[in-house]
């Protein structure tokens, strides 16, 4: 068995890894046998690996409990090279890259001997089979340089000449980073106070919105949509210069009731019609689209009837996968389309490979981070954009959730969980596990979105994930949050001049600024291109 070292580390692990996924008997592999599954990890372990895939959704923890007994099982040269906490220590053999390390298993709290274990960020997927010290967050104050880019104005006169020697003031009004949330709860018809501060919180600190068109909900009779409601929303983000997408046009969790006994050759167009209404329908208020969601599980998924499952078991998860980008392309040529998932494994890696090379035409790369049972940490973070980032498309990180209340043991990412509520420790916990979530995908230069989930707590699976509490007060996370965006990676207002050529520089992130002179107010857009003529009389 070859060995390596883990990133930027001391430990080192088998260059072969065992997913521990299959060991257990659940909906994607099919009822297991634990002799059959003590006899794998003990074949694993006899080949030298020492490098473990697991999570804690794997079984609700069967999995690790089987690696537990798997150890007690092995002699003691093995447990030593699997104690949890241990410093590496390399046998004596001939060649360096066959010396087995100490090298601890991942787990939950508490099967880990020291330091803290790294959750999976996702309900499905664990990021590494190795223990992950989550480290120290990242600087938080001054923005990353690749942020601040210099731009480079040349005023021009009402007769197009330089104007030369004008004082400036120059503000910034709105990021080109995309900070977003779901917006599932708002309401333009509600007057009352609770709605009025969730529109205004909203507006005030972010300028990304995720609006819903699950189809289940979307659609709950043959072509009687949601439709009216939807462009309301749309229309509300607009008037407040906020970015929409809509999330999801293909999704297999949530089909439309009416799908049963239909044929699937019927389901499949009105799939695929689907997609083009509605991304040809809202073009204009909607330009960003979840197009396909989660399409690694697709052809495995069994929580539920669905009319998708069997299409790419039928077609092939690719060809479905193309057809939808397809659709919605023609639909708006104009339109960022995202191909997103929970499964950071290389099953997606593979997935993405294969669109690619099929001519799928995927504009971003939709990752999502649901982490209720615990932050996975900046590094395991920063690991994660490192290899999606090699695909040369722009990461989404599209569905984030920390928590700001106890971990719930019972939590499988499916069932609503009642009575789960937000702590004075939880919420600064969350606060500083935002802060060091935001800014360690801020530094990374692939990243041009983040979407938290959800805005207010008690939403989705009843988790305190918001930004605001059920009362719509700020938590503060929310307050963490504003003094970031709103405030370090902010351009502060400054007065200039301008040069005896008309010109004026300074350096700011991408975004809308405005510039104003004695003869007036002028907007630039900033994106980043260095040098723009602006017209400000």
């Known amino acids: 068995m070859q060995y390596r070292t883990l990133g930027r580390s001391d430990v080192r692990v088998s260059a072969v890894a065992m997913?521990?996924?299959?060991?257990?008997?659940?909906?994607?592999?099919?009822?297991?046998?634990?002799?059959?599954?003590?006899?794998?990890?003990?074949?694993?372990?006899?080949?030298?690996?020492?490098?473990?895939?697991?999570?804690?959704?794997?079984?609700?923890?069967?999995?690790?409990?089987?690696?537990?007994?798997?150890?007690?099982?092995?002699?003691?040269?093995?447990?030593?090279?699997?104690?949890?906490?241990?410093?590496?220590?390399?046998?004596?053999?001939?060649?360096?890259?066959?010396?087995?390390?100490?090298?601890?298993?991942?787990?939950?709290?508490?099967?880990?001997?020291a330091g803290r274990a790294a959750h999976s960020l996702t309900h499905a997927n664990t990021l590494i089979g190795a223990r992950v010290m989550t480290g120290e967050p990242d600087r938080r104050g001054k923005p990353p340089a690749h942020r601040a880019v210099k731009a480079v104005v040349h005023l021009k006169d009402a007769r197009g000449l330089p104007w030369a020697d004008q004082v400036v003031t120059v503000r910034q009004t709105r990021h080109k980073f995309l900070f977003g949330c779901n917006i599932f709860l708002l309401d333009t018809q509600d007057p009352s106070d609770a709605q009025r501060a969730y529109q205004e919180r909203f507006a005030a600190l972010l300028n990304y919105a995720t609006l819903p068109f699950y189809w289940g909900a979307y659609e709950k009779e043959p072509d009687r949509t949601d439709e009216n409601r939807l462009r309301e929303m749309a229309g509300w983000c607009r008037e407040h210069h906020i970015v929409c997408k809509g999330h999801p046009l293909c999704w297999h969790a949530v089909p439309p009731g009416w799908h049963a006994g239909r044929p699937l050759e019927e389901m499949h167009a009105r799939q695929m019609d689907r997609i083009e209404r509605e991304v040809a329908g809202f073009r204009g208020l909607i330009d960003a689209w979840d197009v396909v969601n989660e399409a690694v599980i697709m052809p495995r998924f069994t929580l539920a009837p669905n009319h998708l499952t069997p299409l790419v078991n039928s077609l092939g998860v690719v060809p479905v996968v193309r057809e939808a980008f397809a659709r919605a392309r023609r639909a708006n040529p104009q339109a960022r389309l995202l191909l997103n998932d929970y499964d950071h494994t290389a099953a997606y890696e593979h997935l993405i490979e294969q669109c690619l090379e099929a001519g799928v035409e995927i504009d971003?790369?939709?990752?999502?981070?649901?982490?209720?049972?615990?932050?996975?940490?900046?590094?395991?973070?920063?690991?994660?954009?490192?290899?999606?980032?090699?695909?040369?498309?722009?990461?989404?990180?599209?569905?984030?959730?920390?928590?700001?209340?106890?971990?719930?043991?019972?939590?499988?990412?499916?069932?609503?969980?009642?009575?789960?509520?937000?702590?004075a420790e939880g919420e600064a916990r969350q606060a500083e596990e935002a802060a060091g979530f935001y800014a360690t995908l801020y530094a990374h230069p692939a990243v041009e979105?983040?979407?938290?989930?959800?805005?207010?707590?008690?939403?989705?699976?009843?988790?305190?994930?918001?930004?605001?509490?059920?009362?719509?007060?700020?938590?503060?996370?929310?307050?963490?949050?504003?003094?970031?965006?709103?405030?370090?990676?902010?351009?502060?207002?400054?007065?200039?001049?301008?040069?005896?050529?008309?010109?004026?520089?300074?350096?700011?992130?991408?975004?809308?600024?405005?510039?104003?002179?004695?003869?007036?107010?002028?907007?630039?857009?900033?994106?980043?291109?260095?040098?723009?003529?602006?017209?400000?009389a």
């Open 449 to 536: 979105a983040i979407t938290w989930w959800d805005f207010r707590d008690g939403c989705w699976l009843g988790a305190p994930a918001g930004l605001l509490r059920e009362d719509m007060s700020p938590k503060p996370a929310y307050e963490r949050l504003m003094k970031l965006i709103k405030g370090d990676w902010w351009f502060a207002e400054k007065t200039l001049k301008s040069d005896r050529a008309g010109a004026l520089s300074f350096s700011g992130p991408p975004g809308d600024y405005e510039l104003t002179t004695a003869g007036g107010t002028a907007r630039l857009v900033h994106d980043g291109g260095g040098a723009y003529e602006l017209p400000v």
């Open 19 to 113: 997913g521990c996924w299959a060991i257990v008997g659940d909906f994607t592999s099919g009822p297991q046998d634990e002799k059959d599954a003590l006899a794998a990890v003990d074949a694993a372990l006899d080949a030298g690996i020492n490098f473990f895939d697991t999570a804690e959704m794997y079984g609700d923890g069967c999995s690790e409990e089987i690696l537990g007994r798997a150890q007690r099982r092995t002699g003691p040269r093995q447990r030593r090279r699997r104690r949890a906490g241990a410093c590496p220590r390399r046998a004596r053999r001939a060649h360096p890259r066959d010396r087995p390390p100490e090298a601890p298993l991942r787990g939950r709290p508490g099967h880990v001997a």
């Open 364 to 423: 971003a790369i939709g990752i999502q981070s649901h982490m209720h049972h615990g932050y996975a940490g900046n590094d395991v973070v920063r690991a994660v954009c490192e290899r999606f980032a090699r695909f040369g498309k722009p990461l989404h990180w599209t569905e984030a959730s920390l928590i700001s209340g106890e971990v719930r043991p019972d939590n499988d990412y499916h069932t609503r969980l009642e009575g789960w509520a937000s702590t």
